[in-house]
């Protein structure tokens, strides 16, 4: 991979993504986009990924792992009052030196699989919709599904105003979210009917083992304390509930039409993903919607989603053999606020 194109990544990473996230991140972005052989070392990383992320990822793993050093002292995750973030860079260039081999192997073997719990703040509402449309229960097909987290949504509780609750009002998931704008979605009293809970990836993350586990808490960015609290209690969710998901290893749009033929035709099918085809290559992207299309010539099914051609949520539907095209939500990557847009297009 180019260095030149990966400074880029770095710089937009810093600028797009970190700025008033993680000050941390950021810092050391804006100086490896500067620094020849971290790039080099990041050209190791598997096509496809998002290097930034696998980079932090991978150092940070190492970090949780137990790996003693200095760069330590500068992570909020693993310290009560980490030192001054701005003189970060040169311990971090340091430990990568030193532990270059095995950062290497992490960049090439490696996915990054973020199962970021707060998404489903605009999930809920989104298949809430899908519900009162459909009117019959959901079979959920998730694409990337990681170690299947967001299948659980309708399991986790949440607020959108002080003031009231929705979802599993028992539920120890416990998910805030902001609703930006004046269109407020219906959200839904009563939980929908699901029928089928299907996830699959390339990788499936077992939270029973401690490597996956460990993995996944350490694409949590150092900073943010709320999303490891909200990832080890959707993780226990999981584990309470895991007799109810299917979880499957394999490429997603190859195993769609085999799992959708075996779902019942009482059941509405929703395929969804998010933060998920920003990894796809375009005629991985072209292949799914054809294979939605060709299911929705037969059946009944709605394909919600982001990161396809922009960052926004959008819907896609087929039933009764018209297709609709909205627009659901312009969405803050980490789920902490959405802006509910749902505008609509209707052809035959």
């Given at each position: 991979m180019d260095i030149n194109q990966l400074s880029k990544r770095f710089i937009i990473f810093a600028n797009v993504e970190c700025a008033g996230r993680s000050v941390l991140y950021e810092t050391l972005s804006k100086e490896i986009a500067?620094?020849?052989?971290?790039?080099?070392?990041?050209?190791?990383?598997?096509?496809?990924?998002?290097?930034?992320?696998?980079?932090?990822?991978?150092?940070?793993?190492?970090?949780?792992?137990?790996?003693?050093?200095?760069?330590?002292?500068?992570?909020?995750?693993l310290v009560a009052q980490p030192k001054r973030t701005k003189e970060a860079f040169i311990p971090f260039k340091t430990f990568?030196?030193?532990?270059?081999?095995?950062?290497?192997?992490?960049?090439?073997?490696k996915l990054v699989q973020t199962n970021e719990v707060r998404r489903c703040s605009y999930l809920y509402p989104s298949f809430s919709a899908i519900y009162e449309k459909a009117k019959r229960p959901l079979a959920l097909i998730e694409i990337g599904t990681s170690a299947g987290l967001q299948l659980l949504w309708d399991y986790y509780?949440?607020?959108?105003?002080?003031?009231?609750?929705?979802?599993?009002?028992?539920?120890?998931?416990h998910i805030?979210?902001?609703?930006?704008?004046?269109?407020?979605?219906?959200?839904?009293?009563?939980?929908?009917?699901?029928?089928?809970?299907?996830?699959?990836?390339?990788?499936?993350?077992?939270l029973t083992n401690e490597d996956d586990y460990l993995w996944l808490?350490?694409?949590i960015w150092p900073e943010q304390h709320t999303r490891r609290a909200l990832f080890d209690a959707a993780a226990?969710?999981?584990?309470?509930?895991?007799?109810?998901?299917?979880?499957?290893?394999?490429?997603?749009?190859?195993?769609?039409?085999?799992?959708?033929?075996?779902?019942?035709?009482?059941?509405?099918?929703?395929?969804?993903h998010t933060?998920?085809?920003?990894?796809?290559?375009?005629?991985?992207?072209?292949?799914?919607?054809?294979?939605?299309k060709e299911i929705g010539q037969r059946r009944d099914i709605y394909h919600?989603?982001?990161?396809?051609?922009?960052?926004?949520?959008?819907?896609?539907?087929?039933?009764?053999?018209?297709?609709?095209?909205?627009r659901v939500a312009e969405t803050d990557g980490h789920g902490e606020w959405f802006s509910w847009k749902r505008s609509s297009k209707v052809t035959s």
């Open positions: 500067k620094d020849e052989a971290l790039l080099t070392l990041c050209s190791h990383a598997r096509a496809g990924q998002p290097v930034p992320n696998l980079l932090f990822g991978a150092v940070h793993y190492l970090l949780l792992s137990g790996e003693k050093d200095v760069l330590a002292d500068y992570y909020p995750s990568c030196e030193n532990h270059k081999e095995q950062i290497q192997t992490l960049l090439q073997t509780r949440y607020s959108y105003e002080e003031t009231e609750e929705f979802g599993n009002l028992n539920s120890p998931v805030h979210s902001q609703v930006k704008g004046e269109n407020v979605p219906a959200l839904l009293k009563d939980r929908p009917q699901i029928e089928a809970r299907y996830g699959i990836d390339l990788h499936i993350n077992d808490k350490a694409l226990m969710c999981v584990a309470e509930n895991k007799e109810s998901l299917h979880l499957i290893e394999g490429d997603g749009v190859e195993l769609l039409p085999s799992i959708v033929a075996d779902i019942s035709d009482d059941a509405a099918i929703c395929v969804f933060h998920v085809a920003n990894q796809m290559p375009q005629e991985v992207k072209q292949r799914l919607q054809v294979t939605i919600l989603y982001n990161n396809m051609s922009d960052g926004d949520l959008h819907l896609d539907s087929y039933q009764n053999g018209t297709f609709q095209s909205e």
